[in-house]
T-cell receptor, first 115, second 115 residues
Framework: ETGVTQTPRHLVMGMTNKKSLKCEQHLGHNAMYWYKQSAKKPLELMFV???????ENNSVPSRFSPECPNSSHLFLHLHTLQPEDSALYLC??????????????FGPGTRLTVL | AQSVTQLDSHVSVSEGTPVLLRCNYS??????LFWYVQHPNKGLQLLLK??????LVKGINGFEAEFKKSETSFHLTKPSAHMSDAAEYFCVVSPRAGNTGKLIFGQGTTLQVKP
């Protein structure tokens, strides 16, 4: 599946570092999403963007800062993270946000480890 | 409120035997329902979805699921398991009313396939 790509695939960072995750979708979709997948927990929706505008922030701490410069690209800027932020971060896209039948297509994820 | 419960956290079957992964949902409105699969170190891939058309939905790789409104269930089945089916499976609800792109994920079921 190459419709949604994510880089890097693995990232190790210290608590004082600043890093960014990148997501790109090649499907012509208008909506993009960030999810967090921790061990033993359901996927947690973090942010939703529709036509580059943020439409959902699911009470995410400010040390996570999303950016959506256009409908094809989504970034997640990270700074002063905590060890409990270690997880798999998944990006997804869909045609729109207002149709419950739309399929969300997922990228392979970035495995983040915070030391 | 909407929710989804996957009744088994772990299912183990022998290769060539049937697979049954159970999912119950709760929704105030008629929802859309999805099954996704996640292989190790990969993103989520859509197996199939129900969107109020036929109640028996056929997906990829021989999987199918039946929407039973009276039982609020959407169980995933496959007649004969293959070693490559070993993965994590997620049942997902997308509420119909006031949808904002939010998907509600189950906890996941790990499918083990023994030779």
């Amino acid at each position: 599946e190459t419709g949604v790509t994510q880089t890097p695939r693995h990232l190790v960072m210290g608590m004082t570092n600043k890093k960014s995750l990148k997501c790109e979708q090649h499907l012509g979709h208008n909506a993009m999403y960030w999810y967090k997948q921790s061990a033993k927990k359901p996927l947690e929706l973090m942010f939703v963007y529709n036509f580059k505008e943020q439409t959902e922030n699911n009470s995410v701490p400010s040390r996570f800062s999303p950016e959506c410069p256009n409908s094809s690209h989504l970034f997640l800027h990270l700074h002063t993270l905590q060890p409990e932020d270690s997880a798999l971060y998944l990006c997804a896209s869909s045609q729109d946000v207002d149709s419950s039948t739309d399929t969300q297509y997922f990228g392979p994820g970035t495995r983040l480890t915070v030391l | 409120a909407q929710s989804v419960t996957q009744l088994d956290s772990h299912v183990s079957v022998s290769e060539g035997t049937p697979v049954l992964l159970r999912c119950n949902y709760s929704s105030s409105y008629s929802p859309s329902l999805f099954w996704y699969v996640q292989h190790p170190n990969k993103g989520l891939q859509l197996l199939l979805k129900y969107t109020s058309a036929a109640t028996l939905v056929k997906g990829i790789n021989g999987f199918e699921a039946e929407f039973k409104k009276s039982e609020t269930s959407f169980h995933l089945t496959k007649p004969s398991a293959h070693m490559s089916d070993a993965a994590e499976y997620f049942c997902v609800v997308s509420p119909r009313a006031g949808n904002t792109g939010k998907l509600i994920f189950g906890q996941g079921t790990t499918l083990q396939v023994k030779p």
